[in-house]
Protein backbone atom coordinates (compact mmCIF):
# COMPACT_ATOMS: atom_id res chain seq x y z
CA UNK A 1 0.00 0.00 0.00
CA UNK A 2 1.62 3.15 -0.63
CA UNK A 3 1.27 6.23 1.46
CA UNK A 4 -1.30 8.43 -0.74
CA UNK A 5 -3.78 5.47 -1.02
CA UNK A 6 -3.41 5.38 2.87
CA UNK A 7 -3.91 8.88 3.13
CA UNK A 8 -7.20 8.76 0.82
CA UNK A 9 -8.84 5.29 2.28
CA UNK A 10 -8.04 5.61 5.51
CA UNK A 11 -10.62 8.26 6.89
CA UNK A 12 -13.07 6.30 4.77
CA UNK A 13 -12.10 3.16 6.48
CA UNK A 14 -12.37 4.83 10.14
CA UNK A 15 -15.96 6.12 9.22
CA UNK A 16 -16.75 2.70 8.44
CA UNK A 17 -15.37 1.20 11.75
CA UNK A 18 -17.37 3.61 13.62
CA UNK A 19 -20.51 3.15 11.87
CA UNK A 20 -20.54 -0.54 12.62
CA UNK A 21 -19.83 -0.15 16.12
CA UNK A 22 -22.36 2.04 16.81
CA UNK A 23 -24.81 -0.04 14.76
CA UNK A 24 -23.90 -2.94 16.64
CA UNK A 25 -23.93 -1.36 20.09
CA UNK A 26 -27.58 0.43 18.85
CA UNK A 27 -28.84 -3.23 17.89
CA UNK A 28 -27.66 -4.79 21.24
CA UNK A 29 -29.23 -2.06 23.26
CA UNK A 30 -32.53 -2.59 21.08
CA UNK A 31 -32.27 -6.44 22.13
CA UNK A 32 -32.26 -5.83 25.95
CA UNK A 33 -35.22 -3.58 25.24
CA UNK A 34 -37.17 -6.06 24.04
CA UNK A 35 -36.44 -8.74 26.16
CA UNK A 36 -37.33 -5.68 29.09
CA UNK A 37 -40.95 -5.75 27.56
CA UNK A 38 -42.96 -9.26 26.89
CA UNK A 39 -46.30 -9.50 26.45
CA UNK A 40 -48.85 -9.36 29.43
CA UNK A 41 -48.80 -12.64 31.12
CA UNK A 42 -49.78 -15.21 29.15
CA UNK A 43 -50.80 -17.93 32.04
CA UNK A 44 -53.77 -17.84 34.44
CA UNK A 45 -52.85 -15.69 37.43
CA UNK A 46 -52.92 -17.97 40.55
CA UNK A 47 -52.48 -15.99 43.16
CA UNK A 48 -50.88 -12.23 44.01
CA UNK A 49 -47.72 -11.10 45.62
CA UNK A 50 -45.99 -7.90 46.97
CA UNK A 51 -47.78 -4.96 45.11
CA UNK A 52 -48.18 -5.18 41.39
CA UNK A 53 -47.06 -8.89 41.20
CA UNK A 54 -48.62 -12.08 39.87
CA UNK A 55 -47.68 -15.48 39.34
CA UNK A 56 -49.18 -17.25 36.63
CA UNK A 57 -49.89 -20.93 36.19
CA UNK A 58 -46.68 -21.22 33.53
CA UNK A 59 -44.50 -20.57 36.43
CA UNK A 60 -43.87 -17.14 35.74
CA UNK A 61 -43.44 -13.95 37.85
CA UNK A 62 -44.53 -11.10 36.63
CA UNK A 63 -44.11 -7.38 37.99
CA UNK A 64 -46.12 -4.32 36.70
CA UNK A 65 -44.23 -1.36 35.86
CA UNK A 66 -46.71 1.57 36.35
CA UNK A 67 -44.01 4.26 34.66
CA UNK A 68 -44.14 2.30 31.19
CA UNK A 69 -47.62 0.29 31.83
CA UNK A 70 -46.33 -3.36 31.19
CA UNK A 71 -45.84 -6.23 32.43
CA UNK A 72 -42.09 -7.87 32.50
CA UNK A 73 -40.89 -11.11 34.83
CA UNK A 74 -39.38 -10.56 38.11
CA UNK A 75 -36.22 -10.79 36.92
CA UNK A 76 -36.47 -8.32 33.92
CA UNK A 77 -37.73 -5.73 36.32
CA UNK A 78 -34.94 -6.35 38.60
CA UNK A 79 -32.63 -5.59 35.68
CA UNK A 80 -34.73 -2.39 34.92
CA UNK A 81 -33.43 -0.99 38.25
CA UNK A 82 -29.92 -2.33 37.71
CA UNK A 83 -29.62 -5.54 39.59
CA UNK A 84 -28.66 -8.80 37.97
CA UNK A 85 -30.89 -11.54 39.70
CA UNK A 86 -32.18 -15.14 38.42
CA UNK A 87 -35.27 -16.19 40.64
CA UNK A 88 -36.55 -17.78 37.99
CA UNK A 89 -37.30 -20.30 37.20
CA UNK A 90 -38.79 -21.12 40.66
CA UNK A 91 -37.63 -24.13 43.05
CA UNK A 92 -41.32 -26.12 42.55
CA UNK A 93 -44.20 -25.87 39.69
CA UNK A 94 -46.46 -22.91 40.18
CA UNK A 95 -49.82 -25.62 40.95
CA UNK A 96 -47.39 -26.06 44.30
CA UNK A 97 -47.43 -22.93 45.87
CA UNK A 98 -49.95 -22.29 48.85
CA UNK A 99 -48.42 -18.97 49.52
CA UNK A 100 -45.77 -16.10 48.40
CA UNK A 101 -44.92 -13.60 50.04
CA UNK A 102 -42.94 -10.84 48.04
CA UNK A 103 -40.72 -12.34 44.94
CA UNK A 104 -38.61 -14.30 47.69
CA UNK A 105 -40.95 -16.37 49.78
CA UNK A 106 -42.82 -18.56 49.32
CA UNK A 107 -44.87 -21.95 50.75
CA UNK A 108 -45.73 -24.89 49.39
CA UNK A 109 -48.84 -27.07 49.51
CA UNK A 110 -47.13 -29.85 51.37
CA UNK A 111 -45.67 -27.25 54.18
CA UNK A 112 -42.18 -26.52 52.44
CA UNK A 113 -40.73 -23.22 52.90
CA UNK A 114 -38.03 -21.74 50.21
CA UNK A 115 -36.09 -17.80 50.82
CA UNK A 116 -34.67 -16.63 47.84
CA UNK A 117 -30.68 -15.74 49.03
CA UNK A 118 -29.88 -12.69 47.67
CA UNK A 119 -26.13 -12.75 48.16
CA UNK A 120 -26.17 -15.84 46.66
CA UNK A 121 -29.07 -15.20 43.82
CA UNK A 122 -30.98 -18.98 44.26
CA UNK A 123 -33.17 -20.12 45.88
CA UNK A 124 -32.83 -22.64 49.48
CA UNK A 125 -35.39 -24.42 51.39
CA UNK A 126 -35.03 -23.58 54.75
CA UNK A 127 -37.66 -26.08 56.47
CA UNK A 128 -40.11 -24.91 58.62
CA UNK A 129 -40.21 -23.96 62.38
CA UNK A 130 -40.95 -27.49 63.81
CA UNK A 131 -37.99 -29.51 61.91
Known amino acids: MSRAWARRFAPGMVAILAAAMILAFALSRGDQARAAVRPAPAGNVLLAWGVGGVLT ?10 ESRKWVTVDQSFALDGERRKVLPLPVS ?4 AQMQGFGFLVTRSGACWIYDLD ?4 QRIGTPDS
Open 57 to 66: DDGNLWQYRP
Open 120 to 123: KNQW
Open 94 to 97: ANQI
